[in-house]
């Protein structure tokens, strides 16, 4: 019951701070329309009593009582909705936010992977649409409220053992209530399979994948899979229905006994004496509503209670992924002098048990260019998350100039950080925006964000688009534009180029999308941006990628195997070594033909396996 007070505080709450006349005006029509339908049965009791006596005047001037009530009860309802109907939208708007808020505004992403937190997260977004009828449900209780109180007054002026006919209100209510934790249930057990359809849903409607799909023949396969697990999902949630709607129908059956009883004690006591013909009339007709009332009551509560329970648990859901606050805040340093120090660094991801990084020792010289290199799923994209400040290290620690990162706030550091991830977004907006996002204050700022795509080897991108900076992108407007995979990582580069002094830089795997030459150039870029700042605050450069020519210019060579660094120096080092990089390097160079002294001069993706494209075949020299 503290849920839903606190539910219906919040939801009054914001309505009276978005707009007090209108949440005045809802209430008081809804409360003047509720209160007019038991005095609409009082008056037609009246005039029954006045025609049974012959009182034409009286009886003329209750009928006329009757028909105003009626049209106050059929009407204002209305209007208060056209009060209300804007605030409620609010409250919805506000519940969205919290949850998008919850969802992205928090330092890390660890919540991300707990599969109940992606559950309760599911379940949430399907609940807030139910939040426009939020404000609506509680106007409706405090004019129901009043509608009982008249209800009761006037069921005891026929006889005070009608007072107990509301009594017959409590079964149906504690129904709905069980009923409603039925359906909760229900829908935490669906929460799963409809998490994972609505991914195959996306999968098997979103146009890029269209191509890949029909290749590899996954279509009826897709579609066979979404439909098993959407038949799941809504058999569990039918078997809920079921309970719920068997729980509340007994409560109901419970409250038609207490009707039927009033009804008879009216009855009697007309029959004896006691109550007028028109008092008779009056039961009837209260009765019924009496009906409604509860019935209307069952509703209310539940919704009320199914959006206090959404709102308590979005509030577990935040307690769940508030982190404690550090022991101890530093600001980021505002330059690097020794650089990022790795000791000892473990981690192993939410809700699984197999380390992904272990015992990482490692130090990255400030003003370095360090390349990590590894085959898939050896680990080098988490270890640029936890650099990120994205995850936490499970053990060991991560030393920004001999600071401790996890006393420096993460959100501060990551504004020191600039990076272009290999999930990247495509942001459909205009270019100017899904670039300059890369350093907001900076957004509106053509010429840095000219710059950016310029040191992200991206400008090349512009000239091709009708408008330039200004156009439109993305296939979800009509005159956007929509661009090659290529394209659209080089605009996550450009937002990733838009900090000019950031402490790290991170690229992870940039050539996904990119040709080779690109590849290498933004690489260079990467590399001389990383030099002029490198000088000047000590920035390092991480860099990811399977292409060994271009990585072999870093200053240092990070190798990991199965989360562990197996080898570190340069290349000249690693290549002297004769160990597993220099293995590979020699295949990819012997594979690919690329020339040792120019490292721009070759082409594979993939490392190892030979099977990509490259620029020079063997054999062509
Ligand atoms: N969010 C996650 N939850 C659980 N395990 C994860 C998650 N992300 C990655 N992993 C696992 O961690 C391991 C390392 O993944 P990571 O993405 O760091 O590898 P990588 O070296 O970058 O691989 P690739 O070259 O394919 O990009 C993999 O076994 C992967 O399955």
Redesign the pocket.
């Known amino acids: 019951m503290n849920e839903v007070s606190r539910t219906v505080r919040r939801l009054v709450g914001g309505a009276w701070r978005a707009d007090r006349g209108k949440t005045v005006t809802a209430f008081a029509l809804v409360l003047a329309g509720a209160a007019s339908a038991p005095l609409l049965a009082a008056c037609l009791g009246a005039m029954t009593d006045d025609l049974l006596a012959g009182r034409s005047g009286a009886a003329a001037l209750a009928g006329a009582g009757v028909a105003v009530f009626a049209v106050v009860s059929l009407t204002f309802g209305h209007f208060a909705h056209v009060a209300y109907f804007e605030l409620s939208e609010l409250a919805e708007i506000d519940f969205d936010l919290r949850l998008a808020a919850l969802s992205n505004g928090t330092p890390r992403t660890a919540h991300?992977?707990r599969p109940e937190h992606a559950d309760t997260f599911t379940v949430l977004q399907r609940e807030s649409r139910r939040f426009h009828t939020g404000l609506g449900a509680v106007v409706s209780a405090a004019g129901l409220a009043i509608a009982m109180a008249c209800t009761a007054i006037l069921l005891a002026g026929v006889s005070a053992l009608l007072l107990l006919l509301p009594l017959a209100v409590l079964p149906p209510l504690v129904a709905g209530r069980l009923a409603d934790r039925a359906m909760d249930r229900a829908r935490q057990d669906s929460a799963e399979p409809t998490r994972i359809a609505l991914n195959l849903f996306r999968l098997a409607t979103t146009a890029r994948h269209g191509g890949e799909l029909r290749v590899s023949a996954l279509g009826p396969e897709l579609r066979e899979r979404h439909a098993r697990l959407w038949g799941t999902a809504t058999r569990r949630l039918w078997r809920g229905q079921l309970t719920a709607t068997v729980i509340r129908a007994a409560g109901l059956v419970t409250f038609a006994a207490g009707y039927t009883g009033a009804v008879l004690v009216a009855v009697r006591s007309a029959v004896s004496g006691g109550a007028s013909p028109g008092g008779v009339v009056l039961v009837v007709v209260l009765a019924v509503q009496v009906n409604q009332q509860v019935t209307t009551a069952v509703r209310l509560m539940q919704d009320l209670h199914r959006m206090a329970t959404a709102h308590r648990r979005l509030d577990d859901l935040a307690a769940a992924v508030a982190e404690p606050p550090a022991a101890a805040r530093h600001d980021p340093p505002d330059r690097l002098d020794r650089g990022i120090t790795l000791e000892d660094v473990s981690f192993t991801?939410?809700?699984?048990t197999?380390p992904?990084l272990t015992d990482v020792r490692l130090t990255l010289p400030a003003g370095a260019t360090v390349a990590v290199v590894?085959?898939?799923?050896?680990?080098?994209?988490?270890?640029?998350?936890l650099l990120c400040g994205l995850y936490r290290p499970t053990g060991g620690r991560i030393l920004l100039d001999g600071v401790d990162q996890r006393e420096v706030a993460p959100d501060q550091w990551r504004l020191r950080v600039s990076a272009g991830f290999?999930d990247f977004v495509r942001y459909e907006l205009t270019l100017r925006q899904a670039v300059g996002l890369g350093d907001l204050p900076r957004i509106t700022e053509d010429a840095v964000v000219a710059a950016a795509l310029e040191r992200a080897a991206a400008s090349d991108v512009v000239p091709r688009l009708p408008h330039g900076l200004c156009t439109q992108l993305g296939r979800s407007y009509a005159d956007g534009a929509e661009l090659s995979g290529g394209q659209w990582q080089k605009l996550a580069l450009g937002r990733a180029f838009m900090r000019e002094a950031p402490l790290l830089l991170v690229l992870?795997?940039p050539g996904s999308a990119l040709d080779p030459e690109a590849e290498h150039t933004v690489f260079e870029r990467y590399a001389a941006q990383a030099r002029r700042i490198g000088r000047s605050v000590g920035a390092i450069t991480v860099f990811?990628s399977?292409r060994l020519s271009t990585v072999r210019t870093a200053d240092v060579i990070v190798v990991?195997d199965e989360?562990r660094v197996t080898e570190i120096g340069d290349h000249a080092t690693l290549m002297a070594a004769g160990r597993t990089y220099a293995g590979l390097f020699t295949m990819q160079s012997s594979a690919y033909a690329f020339d040792d002294r120019h490292p721009a001069n070759e082409a594979p993706t993939q490392p190892i396996a030979g099977s990509g494209p490259g620029r020079r075949k063997p054999g062509q020299g």
């Open positions: 991300h992977d991801y939410p809700g699984t197999r992904v590894g085959e898939n799923g050896a680990g080098k994209s988490t270890l640029v998350k290999q992870d795997e990811v399977h990991l989360g």
